[in-house]
Nanobody
Framework: QVQLVESGGGLVQAGGSLRLSCVAS????????IGWYRQRPGKQRELVAG???????NYVDSVKGRFTISRDNARNTVYLQMNSLKPEDTAVYYC??????????WGQGTQVTVSS
């Protein structure tokens, strides 16, 4: 099994930045890509950004140019650098397999709150 633990969320003012971390442990060779997903209040969970084992990235239109996903294979960690944050980015952020064909168990996520 693969375990994914998210961290790095917090409260930030609009225009600010946060960096989220997703640390993988366990049978990590069983998954290739990792994605960051978020669930905003009253909305369904959505993909924010994904990165494949080869380093190819994919972003939802609303975060392009503001968010950057990267991975450090030596540390089994995937990061999400979030700049120019907006109140509509407020959500619980999760990481999981990308694409979400064979998801692993969802973790607790990390809360990001952006105040206006």
């Amino acid at each position: 099994q693969v375990q994914l633990v998210e961290s790095g969320g917090g409260l930030v003012q609009a225009g600010g930045s946060l960096r989220l971390s997703c640390v993988a442990s366990g049978r990590i060779f069983s998954i290739n890509g990792i994605g960051w997903y978020r669930q905003r209040p009253g909305k369904q969970r959505e993909l924010v950004a994904g990165i494949t084992s080869g380093g190819s990235t994919n972003y939802v239109d609303s975060v392009k140019g503001r968010f950057t996903i990267s991975r450090d294979n030596a540390r089994n960690t995937v990061y999400l650098q979030m700049n120019s944050l907006k109140p509509e980015d407020t959500a619980v952020y999760y990481c999981n397999a990308f694409p979400l064909v064979f998801p692993v168990e969802w973790g607790q996520g990390t809360q990001v709150t952006v105040s206006s």
